[in-house]
């Protein structure tokens, strides 16, 4: 795995431990149109892929036989426990206020 700044590495260990890869996941929010995928779109999520500033943690997907990088705050896992429910609110929140600072 990449060498992320400290933070960053933690959720990543801390995502990989809570979720059994691959896993599906619908695509909650807004997407550009003409894009390969759109909301509501269900996607097999294979990987953590890479950590952007911009996007937080990238996974690698499929959609149909399209593989595509996508930000995982913009998917909500099918079937998650309340445990899983709860980094991913965790992570979302964190992400979104260290962006802030």
Known sequence: MK?????EQIWIKHIN???DFPFKAKV?????PG?????????NVHAISDFDE????????????????????DL??????EKQKQIL????????NSRLT
Do not use: C, S
Not at 89 to 96: K, L, N, P
């Open 3 to 7: 060498d992320f700044p400290d933070e």
């Open 17 to 19: 431990n809570a979720f």
């Open 28 to 32: 909650i929010e807004w997407q550009e």
């Open 35 to 43: 894009t390969i995928v759109l909301q509501g779109d269900v996607l």
């Open 54 to 73: 911009k996007y937080g943690i990238l996974v690698n997907t499929r959609f149909g036989r399209k593989k595509v990088v996508f930000p995982l705050l």
């Open 76 to 81: 909500e896992p099918m079937h998650m426990n």
């Open 89 to 96: 609110e965790d992570y979302g929140e964190w992400f979104i």
